[in-house]
C-alpha cells in the first residue's frame, strides 16, 4: 500500500505541474486532427485492441473524439516485419498531424520514413542507444513519447521472481524475437540467469514469418533440451500471440514469466513489467502538447510510472504450484 501511495503522489505532483491546456482545456474549435496510428496486428472484430482503447480514453478526456474533431488512420503489417517500412512509409506520404508507434520497430520503421512529421512513441526501450532521442530530457528531434525502460534490471527482477516461485529451478528457456527490442536486454536477459546460476535454453524466433507454427516449435525444442520454465524476452509479434503463448506453455506444463501483464490475464503464470493501458493513456497527453504547438525535441521522454506484479493463481494450481507468500504480498494483482 506505501509503494502504491507514493506512485499515486508521484501522479498527482505531475498532473499539478501540466499547463492548463493539457488538464482539460479543450482543443481548438474548427479544426480536425489526423493521428496516424501503427500497429502489429488489426483487431480481430470491430472493437479496437484494449490498448488503443485506452488511448483513445486519453485523447477523449482531452477534448478530442475519433470521428469528429479527430481522424485516427490505423495502420497494421501484421506481424511481418518486411512489410512494414512499406506501411511506415505510406502512412507518412499521407501527412498526418502525428504518427504513433508502440515498440522500437515500428519507431525505427517511422523514423525512416519522415524526420519531419513528429512521432510520438508508447514503449520505446534504450531509445538513447537505439537513436530515437539525443536524451531523455531533450529528445533533439522529431520522436518523443513514453519509454518502456525503467532500467535493465527489470529482467533480471524476473528472474529472481521466478526462482523464488521455483526453488529448484535450473534450466530456462527464453523466446527472444530479434529486432524486436533492445539489443541490450539481451546482456540483461543472460545477466539476470547468471545471477540466480540457471542455464538459458536460447530460442531465436528470428525470421519465422509464419510465427504461430514457429512458437509450436520452439516450445517443442524447449521441451526437449530439459527446460522447466519460460521466459519471454519481449516484442510486438510475441505480444500479438500471447493467448497461443501462454495456451502452450500449458500445453507442455512449463510456467512461464512475462515482460507484460496482457500474458497473465491470458492465463500465464507471472510477469513485471510497466502497466501497457496506462502508458497508452498517457501518450495521449504527448499527442495533444504536439497538437498545440509544441515540438517533439522540447518534450522529455517519460519513464513508466507504474510497475505491476501480477500472478496467475489458477495457473498455478493447474501447474501444481504453490505460490511463495512472499510473492503474494508483493503482488499488485492475483487472478483467482
Do not use: C
Amino acid at each position: 500500500m506505501k509503494r502504491r501511495a507514493i506512485l499515486a503522489a508521484l501522479v498527482g505532483l505531475g498532473a499539478a505541474a501540466m499547463p492548463a491546456a493539457v488538464r482539460g482545456q479543450a482543443p481548438p474549435l474548427g479544426k480536425t486532427y489526423r493521428i496516424g496510428f501503427i500497429a502489429t496486428y488489426a483487431p480481430q472484430g470491430p472493437k479496437p485492441s484494449h490498448l488503443l482503447a485506452a488511448l483513445l480514453e486519453g485523447l477523449r478526456e482531452l477534448g478530442y473524439s475519433d470521428g469528429q474533431n479527430l481522424v485516427l488512420d490505423r495502420r497494421y503489417y501484421e506481424g511481418k516485419p518486411e512489410k512494414l517500412p512499406m506501411v511506415a512509409r505510406e502512412l507518412a506520404d499521407s501527412k498526418p498531424d502525428v504518427i504513433v508507434t508502440s515498440v522500437n520497430v515500428q519507431t525505427n520503421a517511422a523514423k525512416a520514413a519522415t524526420q519531419t512529421i513528429p512521432i510520438v512513441m508508447i514503449v520505446g526501450t534504450d531509445v538513447v542507444e537505439a537513436g530515437f532521442v539525443s536524451s531523455l530530457a531533450r529528445p533533439g528531434g522529431n520522436i518523443t513519447g513514453l519509454t518502456w525502460d525503467v532500467g535493465i534490471e527489470i529482467m533480471p527482477k524476473r528472474f529472481e521472481l521466478l526462482k523464488e516461485m521455483l526453488p529448484h529451478l535450473s534450466r530456462v528457456a527464453v523466446l527472444w524475437d530479434p529486432g524486436q527490442d533492445a539489443p541490450a536486454f539481451e546482456q540483461a536477459i543472460r545477466q539476470g540467469a547468471e545471477a540466480i546460476g540457471v542455464t538459458l535454453i536460447w530460442i531465436d524466433l528470428r525470421g519465422a514469418s509464419d510465427f504461430g507454427p514457429g512458437l509450436e516449435q520452439a516450445f517443442a525444442q524447449s521441451v526437449r533440451e530439459g527446460a522447466q520454465a519460460v521466459f519471454t524476452g519481449g516484442g510486438s509479434r510475441l505480444f500479438g500471440h500471447r493467448k497461443q503463448v501462454v495456451a502452450l506453455a500449458a500445453k507442455y506444463r512449463l510456467p512461464d514469466t512475462h515482460y507484460s501483464g496482457e500474458f497473465v490475464e491470458a492465463g500465464g503464470l507471472m510477469a513485471y513489467a510497466p502497466n501497457l493501458p496506462a502508458m497508452f493513456k498517457r501518450s495521449a497527453v504527448y499527442i495533444d502538447k504536439i497538437l498545440r504547438g509544441a515540438k517533439p525535441a522540447d518534450l522529455p521522454v517519460e519513464r513508466p510510472v507504474r510497475i505491476d506484479l501480477l500472478v496467475n493463481l489458477r495457473t498455478a494450481q493447474v501447474l501444481g504450484l504453490t505460490v511463495p507468500q512472499s510473492i503474494l504480498l508483493r503482488a499488485d494483482r492475483v487472478i483467482e
